[in-house]
């Protein structure tokens, strides 16, 4: 398995353009998870997915967007990009949330610069 | 609401001292809990977790947390660090039946060698 992959590793962005962060798992898990991580600050939930088809917001979801079409593919889109959100982005998934010690499985992360 | 408190934000060590690194977190219901750890230039990956019986749990490479109820935290310990255990270490909080994973803002340990 190749667990929770993760692309690009890198981007640099200019004020106002838009992408894609695309996320995927080969694990079969149920939930899967959207992150970013600012120094100091630990990591914020920006959208979470129970399932295909069913996402909803974290704390911090503005200027974010994403779909859940697959199980295995969770993108994150980013419409008008901002330096606020210059950040390292993780990607994260478990098999089902809530059950006693599941572990969550986290990508490489992308790190996103908004000039 | 959830939270979980890392009150060391960074701590340096010489090879061989002890390690401990403090996690609070409030939740009045049944939780699980972990550690874990990002090496510099990975990704975070699992050190230990506990969700039940003995509150003391072993985890790789020589961790282990203790569990106490009665003060809501779940410190990390090791007994002798070593100069490849530099890294970020971040606790987290899961309620039972919930999706949400509430993290602490991380423990930057450098380790001098």
């Known amino acids: 398995n190749a667990g929770v992959t993760q692309t690009p590793k890198f981007r640099i962005l200019k004020i106002g353009q838009s992408m894609t962060l695309q996320c995927a798992q080969d694990?079969?898990?149920?939930?899967m998870y959207w992150y970013r991580q600012d120094p100091g600050m630990g990591l914020k939930l920006i959208y979470y997915s129970v399932g295909a088809g069913i996402t909803d917001k974290g704390e911090v979801p503005n200027g974010y967007n994403v779909s859940r079409s697959t199980t295995e593919d969770f993108p994150l889109r980013l419409e008008l990009a901002a330096p606020s959100q210059t950040s390292v982005y993780f990607c994260?998934?478990?098999?089902?949330?809530?059950?006693?010690?599941?572990?969550?499985?986290f990508g490489p992360g992308t790190r996103l610069t908004v000039l | 609401a959830q939270s979980v408190s890392q009150h060391n934000h960074h701590v340096i060590l010489s090879e061989a001292a002890s390690l401990e690194l403090g996690c609070n977190y409030s939740?009045?219901?049944?939780?699980?809990l972990f550690w874990y750890v990002q090496y510099p230039g990975q990704h975070l990956q699992l050190l230990l977790k506990y969700f039940s019986g003995d509150p003391l749990v072993k985890g790789i490479k020589g961790f282990e947390a203790e569990f106490i109820k009665s003060k809501f935290s779940f410190n990390l310990r090791k007994p002798s660090v070593q100069w490849s255990d530099t890294a970020e270490y971040f606790c987290?909080?899961?309620?039972?039946?919930?999706?949400?994973?509430?993290f602490g803002t991380g423990t930057r340990l450098k380790v001098l060698a």
């Open positions: 694990m079969n898990h149920n939930y």
């Open positions: 987290a909080v899961n309620a039972q039946g919930t999706y949400k994973y509430i």
């Open positions: 939740y009045g219901g049944t939780v699980n």
């Open positions: 994260a998934s478990t098999p089902v949330s809530g059950r006693a010690g599941d572990t969550q499985y």
